[in-house]
């Protein structure tokens, strides 16, 4: 009984006192952590809690901080508390990003994101990542070199429009036979394609431009006109009569290119991974720690370590080209890897019943039906675009022969019927998951 006793009254004091002492703890801590904001955002205080006790001593804490809402830069606010003889001071971190940045939570990386839409017939997306004030300031002047790049490429490459100040696809296709001093950009993308169009046994040709424009003015008359039926092979033959690259003449020291009479280019299969890896030439300069480049859902290039994930690299999905699901497939994308697709899904008409897209075998002078889509992984964009264009014209039995043929290069296809199909180690190297 008295060590029962005893055990009460030695409760009843502890409780005691620790209710004394719980009137004299002081407790001061933030409200939130760390923010971000946009240049010209007004600065928006978050809040602090200073008791001591349940008795409210805000009014003795002192709020400072330099901010400059109109200038991108690295702020602290801070919070010091003077009471009762003590002082201590917490400080928060506010970061002030250009119009697209912010810094990721619980991070010092900055990211940054733009958007590109009036180039190359597509939608342009960059996001770059950046440690520290690095780039405070100056992401914007950067963006704006990428779309410097972007704009010329446009016009040299556009085989529908003229622009003043330049003499570009469009018109060297309205005039083959004269002799047309060109930009070098233009000559090196033009003598690039030629050079490694042999790589896939001429599978691509930039001299197609005939049978291409045939194929594209009845799929505009079905899309736009509803008059939807498929070209003769007497029109695509008599078009083809003119498709032979070996009648381009190139001259390197002057820069000119002169061709055969009917004859034209196209460069679409091509181009935007080659402007694709002119814009990650001129990112790998710089001192980012990564960045993303989505050239048209079709042509990612990555650079750099993911600043987030334990494994350092992007997780990126694959388009499931029949739009059941956003996409059938993740993959983990590391730095210098490409993601090219080509497939049936975007540019198509219906005639009958069957489907015809944009793609078109040099051979049969058709769009081969052997898959939905390609997607390949590569460390040369541009390289991976004519790779990409002329697989999704192979058979898928031909197509992985090529693939694994190639160092470096892998592969998945989305099957006529659904099936997935891998290249040797794009399972291994590079697969997430596959969704159905």
């Known amino acids: 009984m008295k060590k029962v006793v005893s055990l009460f009254m030695l409760l009843t004091i502890t409780i005691t006192l620790s209710a004394c002492n719980d009137k004299d703890i002081i407790s001061f801590e933030l409200i939130g952590g760390d923010a971000s904001y946009e240049v010209g955002d007004t600065y928006s205080e978050s809040g602090f809690i200073a008791k001591q006790g349940k008795t409210d001593i805000a009014d003795y804490v002192t709020i400072t901080n330099s901010i400059d809402?109109?200038?991108?830069?690295?702020?602290?606010?801070?919070?010091?508390?003077?009471?009762?003889g003590n002082t201590e001071t917490l400080n928060r971190n506010i970061y002030y990003r250009e119009e697209g940045c912010s810094v990721i939570e619980g991070t010092t990386t900055t990211q940054c994101t733009v958007n590109y839409s009036q180039y190359l017939?597509?939608?342009?997306?960059?996001?770059?990542?950046?440690?520290?004030?690095?780039?405070?300031?100056?992401?914007?002047?950067?963006?704006?070199?990428?779309?410097?790049?972007?704009?010329?490429?446009?016009?040299l490459s556009d085989k529908y429009e003229n622009y003043d100040g330049y003499i570009n696809v469009r018109t060297i296709n309205d005039s083959p036979t004269a002799v047309h001093t060109i930009d070098q950009k233009l000559f090196d993308l033009i003598d690039f394609t030629i050079t490694h169009q042999s790589e896939v046994d001429n599978l691509f040709n930039l001299a197609l431009g005939p049978v291409l424009q045939i194929w594209h003015n009845y799929r505009e008359d079905c899309t736009l006109n509803e008059i939807c039926a498929v070209p003769s092979m007497t029109e695509l033959n008599n078009a083809n009569q003119y498709t032979d690259y070996n009648d381009i003449t190139l001259d390197e020291e002057n820069l000119t290119i002169t061709m055969s009479e009917n004859m034209s280019i196209d460069l679409g299969g091509v181009s935007k991974?080659?402007?694709s890896n002119i814009i990650v030439e001129y990112l790998d300069q710089l001192n980012f720690s990564a960045y993303l480049l989505n050239n048209g859902e079709s042509n990612i290039s990555i650079g750099g370590t993911h600043p987030v994930r334990e494994n350092g690299k992007f997780l990126l999905a694959v388009s499931d080209p029949t739009y059941n699901t956003p996409y059938y497939a993740t993959v983990y994308l590391a730095d210098g890897d490409q993601l090219v697709t080509s497939g049936d899904y975007q540019q198509n008409f219906i005639v009958d019943g069957e489907l015809y897209h944009h793609i078109i075998n040099v051979e049969t002078l058709f769009p081969e039906r052997f898959s939905r889509s390609v997607s390949i992984v590569f460390?040369?964009?541009?390289l991976a675009d004519l790779y990409s264009t002329a697989i999704f014209s192979m058979s898928i039995e031909d197509g992985i022969l090529f693939v694994d043929g190639v160092d470096g290069l892998e592969a998945i296809w989305y099957g006529i019927d659904g099936t997935i199909y891998f290249s040797a180690n794009f399972e291994t190297d590079y697969l997430n998951l596959t969704y159905e």
């Open 121 to 155: 017939n597509t939608y342009i997306k960059l996001k770059v990542y950046y440690e520290g004030d690095v780039y405070n300031g100056s992401v914007h002047d950067i963006f704006g070199n990428v779309e410097s790049i972007l704009g010329e490429y446009h016009s």
């Open 273 to 275: 991974g080659y402007i």
């Open 69 to 84: 809402v109109d200038t991108a830069a690295d702020y602290v606010v801070s919070y010091t508390l003077d009471y009762d």
């Open 379 to 382: 460390e040369d964009p541009a």
